[in-house]
């Protein structure tokens, strides 16, 4: 079977920020605005966003797969901002994204993030249907399964929660799937397990019980804006959990320069096999080929 290739980018935080109104810098945007102009209008680069988007368009992917915090204060502006780079990068069936917190950054997004709806509604979905979580999209032989952790937080919070009615739609959708030989990604802005309480998914374990005893051979997520690989138990073996660079950030402290991932992803017989590559910027100077690693090989059932 020829491979598959799933590209993930996650974070871009688009520069640049739109003139804010006085009227809405109020409560947390307005925290969020003096940290944007004190340091991170420095970390988060146009110029490196596009040159890394340039490179994963040139890998000619089968498909591109993004997790969330497209936009910093969630303006208004900079949803139709997002929207513009979202066609950019592909179109809605060659694109799927899932939300993070910065697009649920205050209660009032809700509305401006169905300017993205194209790019995150499920294929039984018709045009102009709400938006709903979780959704199933099937590309080549993987079922791609999108849920959304963004919830508005108080300010210096950045936690996210699937509550209790997407854990039970999720269940639900794992059941229908259950007979399906296709390779299962699980797409999620925050990661399944942090060590820092004001960022991590407060429903972590029950997400955890369910993939458990769901098999899900793929976690995709951002937010710590690290490269990193964590595993958990699934009903066939240990499931890794990948999280990636911001896809716009400079080096600074102890966090890496934008980059992306490719899975190369392949039915051998009756198991699947999933490789992994990395392309990222090399002290912030160029894309360049990073190490490849062979993530995992899924037996079927």
Same mark, same amino acid.
């Given at each position: 079977?020829?491979?598959?290739?799933?590209?993930?980018?996650?974070?871009? #935080?688009?520069?640049?920020?739109p003139?804010?109104?006085?009227?809405?810098?109020?409560?947390? =945007?307005?925290?969020?605005?003096?940290? %944007? =102009? =004190?340091?991170? #209008?420095?970390? #988060?680069?146009?110029?490196?966003?596009?040159?890394?988007?340039?490179?994963?368009?040139?890998q000619?992917? !089968?498909?591109?797969?993004? $997790? !969330?915090? @497209?936009?910093?204060?969630?303006?208004?502006?900079?949803?139709?901002?997002?929207?513009? %780079? @979202?066609?950019?990068?592909?179109?809605?069936?060659?694109?799927t994204?899932?939300?993070?917190? #910065?697009?649920?950054?205050?209660?009032?997004? $809700?509305?401006?993030?169905?300017? %993205?709806a194209?790019?995150?509604?499920?294929?039984?979905?018709? $045009?102009g249907?709400?938006?709903?979580?979780?959704?199933l999209?099937?590309?080549?032989?993987?079922?791609?399964? !999108?849920?959304?952790?963004?919830?508005?937080?108080?300010?210096?919070?950045?936690?996210?929660?699937?509550?209790?009615? /997407?854990?039970?739609?999720?269940?639900q959708?794992?059941? /229908?799937?259950?007979d399906?030989?296709?390779?299962?990604? @699980? @797409?999620? *802005?925050?990661?399944l397990?942090?060590?820092?309480?004001?960022?991590?998914?407060?429903?972590?374990?029950?997400?955890?019980?369910?993939?458990?005893?769901?098999?899900?051979?793929?976690?995709?997520?951002? *937010?710590?804006?690290? =490269?990193?690989?964590? %595993?958990?138990?699934?009903?066939?073996g240990?499931?890794?959990?990948?999280?990636?660079?911001?896809?716009?950030? $400079?080096?600074?402290?102890?966090?890496?320069?934008?980059a992306?991932?490719?899975?190369?992803?392949?039915?051998?017989?009756?198991?699947?096999?999933?490789?992994?590559?990395?392309?990222?910027?090399?002290?912030?100077?160029?894309?360049?080929?990073?190490?490849?690693?062979?993530? /995992?090989?899924?037996?079927?059932?």
């Amino acid at each position: 079977m020829t491979a598959f290739t799933l590209a993930h980018l996650s974070d871009p #935080h688009l520069a640049p920020l739109p003139a804010p109104r006085l009227h809405q810098l109020a409560g947390k =945007r307005a925290l969020g605005y003096l940290n %944007w =102009r =004190r340091d991170r #209008h420095k970390i #988060h680069r146009r110029d490196v966003l596009d040159t890394l988007v340039a490179d994963l368009r040139a890998q000619s992917p !089968g498909h591109i797969a993004i $997790t !969330g915090d @497209l936009v910093n204060l969630a303006l208004p502006d900079e949803f139709t901002q997002a929207r513009a %780079w @979202l066609e950019s990068v592909g179109a809605p069936a060659d694109v799927t994204l899932v939300p993070g917190n #910065h697009d649920a950054y205050v209660r009032v997004t $809700t509305k401006q993030t169905s300017q %993205w709806a194209e790019y995150m509604r499920g294929d039984s979905a018709g $045009t102009g249907a709400p938006l709903s979580f979780p959704f199933l999209r099937r590309r080549g032989p993987l079922t791609l399964i !999108g849920v959304s952790s963004a919830v508005p937080t108080r300010p210096f919070m950045a936690t996210g929660s699937l509550r209790r009615s /997407q854990l039970d739609m999720l269940e639900q959708g794992f059941s /229908q799937i259950a007979d399906e030989p296709s390779f299962r990604v @699980l @797409l999620i *802005h925050h990661p399944l397990s942090s060590k820092a309480s004001y960022k991590r998914l407060t429903d972590a374990d029950a997400l955890l019980a369910l993939i458990k005893r769901h098999r899900v051979d793929l976690i995709l997520h951002g *937010h710590d804006h690290v =490269r990193s690989t964590m %595993w958990f138990e699934g009903p066939l073996g240990r499931v890794p959990a990948i999280g990636v660079p911001s896809a716009s950030a $400079t080096p600074h402290r102890n966090y890496p320069a934008a980059a992306y991932n490719l899975f190369s992803i392949s039915r051998e017989g009756d198991s699947w096999r999933c490789e992994q590559r990395v392309r990222g910027f090399a002290d912030g100077a160029a894309v360049e080929k990073a190490e490849v690693t062979e993530l /995992q090989r899924v037996q079927l059932i």
